[in-house]
DNA sequence: ACGGTTCAGTGAACCGCTTCACCAACCGGA
DNA sequence: TCCGGTTGGTGAAGCGGTTCACTGAACCGT
C-alpha cells in the first residue's frame, strides 16, 4: 500500500503554521520570502502536492481546458486534437479530450461533465450546434467554438466557406468542368451546414451544374456513396468533397471500380490532410491551415480562461493546394 | 447568471430527510422504495445532479477511465484512442484522453494528474516505460498497458511481436528478397523495443541481409530517413517498416526520388492501419486487428475498475495482409 | 505618543457529497 | 411479553483544500 499522502496540514504542522499560510505560501501569495521558502522545503520533504480535486472543490478552478469532440474517428477531429494537445503544452496548461463518438446525446452529457470537473474553459466542434444546452453552457464557461456555429461563446475560429468554396469550384470551372457533384457527410464536422448555401450561389454565379449528395459519415459510407455516384451513367466530370476524409472515400471507389483519377473523374478535398499529398495523384484539395486555426483556438482559449473578456471571432481564410486529382477537360 | 446549481441539502430539505438519505436514495442504497421516488422527483424537480468534483474528493472514485497517449500525433495511438472512446461508451463509461505530446516528463505529470483525478483505471501506451513511476502508479490504481512494456499491471494487452516480425520477413523471403533495410523510429509506439531482437534472430534463420535504420519520429522524420536509404548505392531491395505510418514516409520518399513501389523497391508496414488500403500500391503490412486489441484493453481495464483483481495479460496475435506493395523479386 | 497603513499570518467557515456509527420502530418467534 | 434481527433513516465527521474576516506587530509621518 502506498504511503497515504501527504496533506496540507502535515506541511503546516511541520512549519508551524497554518494551514492557509501554506496554501498562501504554495501559491506564492500574501507570504514573507523567507516562509515560503521554509514551506516549499517542507513540501518537498514530504512529498506533497496539493491535490487537484479538493482544490477545484474548494476554489472552483483547476487550469484545464476541456476539448469537445463530437466524432474523433473524424479525421479532421484528429488533427484538431493533436494540435491542440501541441499548442496548451506551450501555455503550460493542458487539455483533457472527450470524444462524444457521434452522439449528441453523449455530446450533452460530456459538455456538462467537463464544465462539473471545473475545466477553466473548453474548446468545442459541436456535433449538434442546434442544441439547446450550448447557451446555458456558454454562460457558465468561456468556449471557443471551431466553426462558427454556437452564439454567445467567448470566442469562435470561423472558416470563410464562402471564400472555400469559391476556390474550389473556381478551380474546376477553370480546367472545363461543368457538371460535378458535391459531396458531403452527415456530420461533416469541417464546415458549418450553411455551406451548401455558398454551394448553389456558386455554381449559380459560374453555371455549373450541381448535384449535392449526403453520404453517411466514415469511410465506408462516402465510399459507398461515392461508389453509386460514379457508377451512375450520368456521372459528373468532377467530385468536390467536403473534407479530404470523404475525399478518400471516392479514392477507394474509383479504385473498385477500375476508374482512374483524374482521367475518368476529377476530386477535389477540402481540409488538407497530413494524408492527402500521399495518395495517387495527390489530392488537390482548398487548404485549411490546420496550424493556424489550432494556435488560434489555443489563443482565444487560453486568453479567455485567463479572465480576459472581450468575445473575438476569427475567420480563417482558405488557400487552393493543387496536387493532381483535377484533369483539365478537352 | 445561471442560477446556481442546486446542493443535495437543498434535495434534503425539499422533501425533508436528510442529506444522507438523499445521498443514498439516488444511489439506490439502503431506502424504501417510496422514498426513493420522492428523492427522485424533487431533484428531478430542482434539476439536482450530484457535483462530480465533490462526490470525487468524498468518495475517491469518479467512474472515469483515463486514457494516457505517449503521442497523439502518433496514428496508431489516434487509432486507439477512438476504439477505446467508442469501447467505453458500451460500458456506460467515458474516457479522459491525454496526451503528453511525446515528452516524458510530461507523460509522468499527466498520470499524475490522472490518478489525482481519482479515475478508476487507466490504459497506457507509454513513452518511456522504464521510467520509474510506473510502478508506482499501478499500485495505486488498475494499469492497463498496452504493448508489454510495465511490471505489475492490471492486465496488459501484448503483442506477439515474434510472430509479426517472422510474418513479415518470411512473406519478403518468399518473393526472393534477400536485403532488407528494417525502418524503426525513436519512439515507435507500436511494438515494444525488442522487436529488435526477433528481428536479427528471424534474419539469421531466414539468411537475410538485414540493416536496422531508426528514424526521427513523425511523417517528416521518415520520409527523411527513407530518403537517405533509397538514394544510397547499396539500396535494398525491400524495406519493412515498423509502423504503417512509417511505410507512409517511405512512400513519400519514393515519389520524391521517382522510385516505384514496388518496381524499384519493396515495401512492407506493421499495424494495418485504415488509411493502408488506400495508397497506390496498397501496402502490405501485419495486421494486428486494432478492433480485438482495443475490446481486450478496454475489457481488462473495465473489469479492473469494477474491482476485478486477477491480472490478466491478453496475447494478440498478428495476421499478413498482402496489398501490392511487395513485388516478387526475379 | 498617536492614529493610520501595510504586512504576515491565523481561525473557522465553507465547497458539496459520502460514510460511519448509531437509533427508533417494527417484525416474527419463543 | 420480551428479545434479537432487519429496515429505514439520522447526525456529524470527514475528504483536502481555499478564502474571508480579522488580529498583532511593525512602520509611517507628525
Known amino acids: 500500500m502506498p504511503?497515504?499522502?501527504?496533506?496540507?496540514?502535515?506541511?503546516?504542522?511541520?512549519?508551524?503554521?497554518?494551514?492557509?499560510?501554506?496554501?498562501?505560501?504554495?501559491?506564492?501569495?500574501?507570504?514573507?520570502?523567507?516562509?515560503?521558502?521554509?514551506?516549499?522545503?517542507?513540501?518537498?520533504?514530504?512529498?506533497?502536492?496539493?491535490?487537484?480535486?479538493?482544490?477545484?472543490?474548494?476554489?472552483g478552478r483547476t487550469g484545464m481546458i476541456g476539448l469537445l469532440c463530437g466524432s474523433l474517428e473524424d479525421l479532421w477531429q484528429q488533427s484538431l486534437a493533436v494540435g491542440i494537445s501541441r499548442g496548451l503544452r506551450e501555455k503550460d496548461r493542458y487539455a483533457l479530450i472527450l470524444d462524444a463518438v457521434g452522439d449528441p446525446a453523449?455530446?450533452?452529457?460530456?459538455?456538462?461533465?467537463?464544465?462539473?470537473?471545473?475545466?477553466?474553459?473548453?474548446?468545442?466542434?459541436p456535433l449538434d450546434p442546434s442544441a439547446g444546452f450550448w447557451k446555458e453552457l456558454c454562460e457558465s464557461l468561456?468556449?471557443?467554438?471551431?466553426?462558427?456555429?454556437?452564439?454567445?461563446?467567448?470566442?469562435?475560429?470561423?472558416?470563410?466557406?464562402?471564400?472555400?468554396?469559391?476556390?474550389?469550384?473556381?478551380?474546376?470551372?477553370?480546367?472545363?468542368?461543368r457538371s460535378v457533384a458535391v459531396l458531403t457527410s452527415t456530420r461533416d464536422s469541417t464546415p458549418d451546414r450553411p455551406a451548401d448555401v455558398h454551394v448553389t450561389a456558386e455554381a449559380e454565379r459560374l453555371s455549373l451544374d450541381i448535384e449535392v449528395v449526403t453520404a453517411p459519415h466514415g469511410l465506408a459510407g462516402a465510399t459507398a456513396a461515392a461508389r453509386d455516384l460514379l457508377a451512375a451513367e450520368s456521372a459528373p466530370s468532377a467530385v468536390f468533397c467536403f473534407a479530404d476524409s470523404i475525399a478518400y472515400g471516392v479514392y477507394a471507389a474509383a479504385q473498385d471500380l477500375g476508374l482512374s483519377i483524374p482521367g475518368d473523374v476529377s476530386v477535389m478535398g477540402y481540409d488538407d490532410h497530413p494524408m492527402s499529398g500521399l495518395l495517387t495523384p495527390g489530392l488537390s484539395t482548398v487548404d485549411w491551415d490546420i496550424d493556424g486555426i489550432v494556435r488560434a483556438a489555443v489563443r482565444l482559449i487560453a486568453a479567455a480562461a485567463d479572465g480576459a473578456t472581450r468575445r473575438r471571432r476569427i475567420i480563417q481564410t482558405p488557400?487552393?493546394?493543387?496536387?493532381g486529382s483535377v484533369a483539365r477537360l478537352s
Chains 1, 2 share one sequence.
Open 106 to 125: 453523449r455530446e450533452r452529457a460530456l459538455a456538462q461533465q467537463l464544465r462539473d470537473q471545473r475545466v477553466d474553459g473548453m474548446i468545442v466542434q
Open 142 to 177: 468561456p468556449v471557443v467554438a471551431i466553426g462558427d456555429s454556437l452564439a454567445g461563446t467567448a470566442g469562435e475560429v470561423v472558416f470563410d466557406n464562402r471564400r472555400g468554396v469559391t476556390l474550389a469550384l473556381e478551380h474546376l470551372r477553370a480546367l472545363g468542368h
Open 3 to 59: 504511503r497515504k499522502r501527504a496533506t496540507i496540514r502535515e506541511v503546516a504542522q511541520a512549519t508551524g503554521l497554518s494551514p492557509a499560510a501554506v496554501s498562501y505560501a504554495l501559491r506564492g501569495l500574501q507570504v514573507s520570502e523567507e516562509t515560503k521558502e521554509r514551506v516549499r522545503a517542507a513540501a518537498a520533504e514530504l512529498g506533497y502536492e496539493a491535490d487537484p480535486i479538493a482544490r477545484a472543490l474548494a476554489s
Open 319 to 323: 488557400t487552393l493546394r493543387e496536387r
